[in-house]
């Protein structure tokens, strides 16, 4: 006996996608979200949670008018991420793959994700960085944020290493840990606050905030590359 949905496997028409957003943005914290949506399209709940989190993430990133992620790493790694891509140290070291590590300590446990900032790199990391390497040279990845859409990621309002992430880790990839990453105030465990006070639309309020990427990203989804100068 065949259970699958009416309209399971079927492309989905555009003004259905537009409708399940608006529902879905006005909707987000019903629990029975998913099941409704299902019903009424005929598809599967897995298939409205896949639809529905790629077009609320498009679409904030067009409100925001997020142009750019950015990364940065030794320069001595650019060959290898021209070849392969900028993959996870997970999938390096599966891969065995050598490169030049900036942060073994890794606080963050997320060893299979990438670290990415939104418009602008984390200066507050890349100070401590160079202050360690003093040696190195630096280059800087700018990264298509449309990658984010299709992507397994995590969004954090600060940096991923805070303790505040220890038990909560998978609700953040949502886009409710996505539009927090732009909150008035982000409050981390020490009790410490930061005010949204003068930062631009596409700015993070949080310097350190961070959005972890697992999937590892293709050169093409890279836009653009320079050294960044070392005073």
Same mark, same amino acid.
């Given at each position: +006996?065949?259970?699958?949905?009416? *309209?399971?496997?079927?492309?989905?028409?555009k003004e259905d996608i537009e409708c399940i957003y608006d529902f879905a943005s006005k909707n987000y914290s019903n629990p029975n979200i998913l099941k409704v949506l299902a019903a009424k399209y005929g598809?599967?709940?897995?298939?409205?949670?896949? !639809?529905?989190?790629?077009?609320?993430?498009?679409? %904030?990133?067009? *409100?925001? *008018?997020?142009?750019?992620?950015?990364? %940065?790493?030794?320069?001595?790694?650019?060959? #290898?991420?021209?070849?392969?891509?900028? +993959?996870? !140290?997970?999938?390096?070291?599966?891969?065995?793959?050598?490169?030049?590590?900036?942060?073994?300590?890794?606080?963050?446990?997320?060893?299979?994700?990438?670290?990415?900032?939104?418009?602008?790199?984390?200066?507050?990391?890349?100070?401590?960085?160079?202050?360690?390497?003093?040696?190195?040279?630096?280059?800087?990845?700018?990264?298509?944020?449309?990658?984010?859409?299709?992507?397994?990621?995590?969004?954090?309002?600060?940096?991923?290493?805070? #303790?505040? %992430?220890?038990?909560?880790?998978?609700?953040?990839?949502?886009?409710?840990?996505?539009?927090? +990453?732009?909150?008035?105030?982000?409050?981390?465990?020490?009790?410490?606050?930061?005010?949204?006070?003068?930062?631009?639309?596409?700015?993070?309020?949080?310097?350190?905030?961070?959005? +972890?990427?697992?999937?590892?990203?293709?050169? #093409?989804?890279?836009?653009?590359?320079?050294?960044?100068?070392?005073?």
């Open positions: +006996m065949d259970n699958k949905p009416a *309209n399971h496997g079927k492309k989905w028409d598809r599967t709940e897995g298939a409205i949670f896949t !639809v529905a989190r790629r077009i609320l993430r498009k679409k %904030f990133i067009l *409100n925001r *008018n997020i142009s750019k992620l950015v990364h %940065f790493t030794d320069a001595r790694n650019l060959k #290898s991420i021209q070849l392969h891509g900028l +993959m996870n !140290v997970d999938k390096l070291k599966e891969e065995k793959i050598s490169y030049f590590y900036c942060d073994p300590a890794r606080y963050d446990y997320m060893t299979n994700a990438t670290s990415l900032s939104i418009t602008r790199r984390n200066e507050f990391l890349f100070e401590v960085y160079k202050k360690r390497h003093l040696d190195t040279q630096w280059i800087e990845l700018e990264i298509d944020p449309t990658i984010i859409i299709k992507s397994k990621c995590y969004f954090y309002d600060t940096n991923a290493a805070n #303790s505040k %992430f220890n038990n909560n880790r998978e609700e953040l990839q949502s886009i409710i840990a996505f539009q927090d +990453m732009f909150s008035d105030l982000v409050t981390t465990t020490k009790g410490n606050q930061i005010t949204r006070i003068n930062q631009k639309i596409d700015e993070t309020t949080c310097i350190q905030a961070e959005i +972890m990427i697992v999937n590892t990203i293709p050169i #093409s989804m890279i836009t653009g590359i320079r050294k960044i100068d070392v005073y």
